[in-house]
Every structure is written in C-alpha cells, then in structure tokens.
C-alpha cells in the first residue's frame, strides 16, 4: 500500500515539475509593449535618441519612411520644424500578435500639429531582444 502511495506522489511531482517546465519563459507581449512604450515616449517628448534605440540596428526598412537613416533626418527635421509638437500616440486599440520571433503591433493611433495618422508596427527578436524593423501608415 506504501508503494501505491508513493508512486502515486511521484506522480504528482512528476506531473507538476512538467506543467512548470511548459511555461512560457518569458511574457513577449509585454517585452513588445515596453519597446512600444519607449518609441512612444520618445515620440511624445521628441527624444529622437529614444525613439531610434527601438529601431532594429540592421533590418529596419518602411515604404513609409524609409531606412533607419532616413527616418533619424526626417524625423529631426519635423521636430525642427514644429510638426511633433504636442504628439500623442495610443495603444487603446491595438492588437499584438507574435508568431515565431516576429510581433506586428496595430493599430497605433498617433496625432500631432501636422495631423492624424494611423501606424502598424513589425517587430523582431534580435539577440534575445525585440526591435522594430518595419513601420508603416495606413
């Protein structure tokens, strides 16, 4: 009877160490929401430094606004020229989808003096850490 006890225990053990081991590591929609968060503070304070540290160091491309390069002089430029000013950018709506090491993040509403708009994001797991490599409007 001690036997039947035992084994069952060992079971149990065994059992609850493999429902352990098949946790997610790590919650990756809020690793894609903290790089979110850092573009959109970046964006609200027009700390253009912030904003290009979410940016993929060697896969960032947009129809948009071009290449990492591009979207920095741009980007300084509306700053210069008031277009930011008063930005504001919302996650109320969007959706986080992740399959594989790639995340989309859409729709981000963002509002500024030189208009509304409407971005989709694409992110990438580079070295352990989520970047952006696409960003587009509707």
């Not at 979110?36 to 253009?48: A, F, L, R």
């Not at 963002?110 to 971005?119: F, H, W, Y």
């Not at 797991?125 to 587009?136: L, S």
Request: hydrophobic content about 40%; some cysteine.
């Amino acid at each position: 009877m001690r036997k039947a006890v035992f084994a069952v225990m060992a079971m149990v053990v065994l059992a609850g160490c493999a429902t352990v081991s098949n946790k997610p590591p790590v919650d990756q929609k809020a690793d894609v929401m903290k790089v979110m968060e850092q573009w959109k503070h970046g964006m609200e304070t027009k700390n253009v430094d912030e904003m290009m540290e979410t940016l993929s160091k060697t896969s960032f491309t947009s129809a948009d606004f071009g290449g990492d390069t591009d979207l920095l002089i741009n980007t300084k430029n509306s700053i210069a020229e008031g277009s930011l000013d008063n930005a504001k950018v919302s996650f109320d709506q969007a959706q986080i989808t992740i399959e594989d090491e790639k995340a989309t993040v859409y729709p981000v509403h963002t509002e500024a003096s030189i208009g509304e708009a409407t971005l989709s994001f694409q992110l990438k797991r580079e070295d352990g850490k989520w970047f952006i490599v696409n960003m587009e409007q509707d």
